[in-house]
């Protein structure tokens, strides 16, 4: 790595033992770091401030859960949409797009400046090409954005509204897309960030700053990495004392703390033995403030 390139490190905030932790989302109105362990269907409600963590069960595997104008929780699953009260665990199905495939699952999900939830979908054995992007609406109607990926993975809006910036992992490619001023897609996109291949390892989930860069988690990398969508170049990283980063997320009370999930599914117990705190949820400060997630507009 370049001299110039900043290297923050990270404490371990929780010490979980996730499986497979994933889709950390700041809920600002609560104080709550939202985030899901997909292997063993729950999704996670941990307060920094005073170090708690409640858990929802689920019987589906879900890939990201954002929270809705009037309160709820919206979950994409491996069965679907799902609308969650987040105080009574009550769960409702809405739509599912892909009901027809049982052996897909959603994964990675946000909710764009209009108010409406982008996730992705991948089939459980990895099929090449062989999942899509969705975008679900206020109607709860499913429209299929992208199609032929096989890990849809990290996305972001740039600040300006003027790029959708997205992670389909095998490439090692962040793409950027132009967008309407309805937030639409325009043309196929374009490669703005290239993972090295001799890192020997994917990029993942994926968070903004304000100031534009984009924070992309390294699987197989152990760090977090920034970047600079504009000219491609790598500013700063975030080490990580566990191999299997998933995905990051700027929260806190000033959106000034880095969140990050992290794995421990398919490590091996000679690997565990020195990554203890795999499958944890870290904290960084990184010099940079995020800006607040979009919610979902619910009717």
Not at 186 to 196: A, F, H, N, T
Not at 225 to 247: F, K, M, R, Y
Request: hydrophobic letters at 40%; proline letters at 4%.
């Amino acid at each position: 790595m370049k001299e110039h390139v900043k290297v923050f490190s990270a404490e371990c905030i929780l010490d979980v033992g996730a499986r497979l932790a994933e889709g950390p989302h700041w809920w600002d109105e609560r104080g709550l770091l939202i985030w899901v362990d997909i292997e063993d269907s729950r999704i996670g409600l941990f307060d920094p401030e005073s170090e708690t963590n409640h858990f929802i069960d689920t019987v589906f595997h879900v890939g990201c859960v954002v929270p809705t104008s009037k309160g709820n929780l919206l979950a994409a699953t491996s069965d679907g949409f799902k609308m969650i009260n987040p105080d009574s665990g009550q769960i409702a199905s809405l739509s599912n797009p892909i009901d027809d495939h049982s052996n897909y699952r959603f994964n990675d999900g946000k909710c764009d400046h209009w108010g409406r939830l982008w996730a992705g979908s991948l089939r459980y054995d990895f099929l090449p090409c062989g999942g899509s992007l969705w975008r679900l609406d206020k109607f709860f109607n499913s429209t299929q954005m992208i199609e032929g990926v096989t890990i849809s993975n990290g996305l972001a809006w740039s600040l300006d509204r003027k790029y959708f910036y997205y992670i389909d992992t095998p490439t090692l490619q962040v793409k950027q897309f132009l967008i309407s001023e309805s937030g639409n897609l325009i043309g196929d996109g374009d490669v703005c960030i290239q993972i090295p291949s001799e890192w020997n390892c994917s990029p993942d989930g994926m968070s903004i700053d304000c100031n534009g860069m984009l924070w992309i988690a390294l699987w197989g990398g152990g760090a977090v990495t920034c970047w600079n969508p504009s000219d491609g170049s790598h500013l700063a990283t975030v080490e990580i004392p566990c191999s299997l980063v998933t995905s990051c997320c700027f929260g806190g009370s000033a959106f000034d703390k880095l969140f990050i999930t992290t794995a421990r599914y398919d490590l091996s117990q000679e690997a565990l033995s020195y990554m203890s705190h795999a499958g944890g949820i870290f904290m960084a400060d990184v010099d940079v403030k995020g800006m607040p997630a979009s919610h979902f507009i619910e009717q």
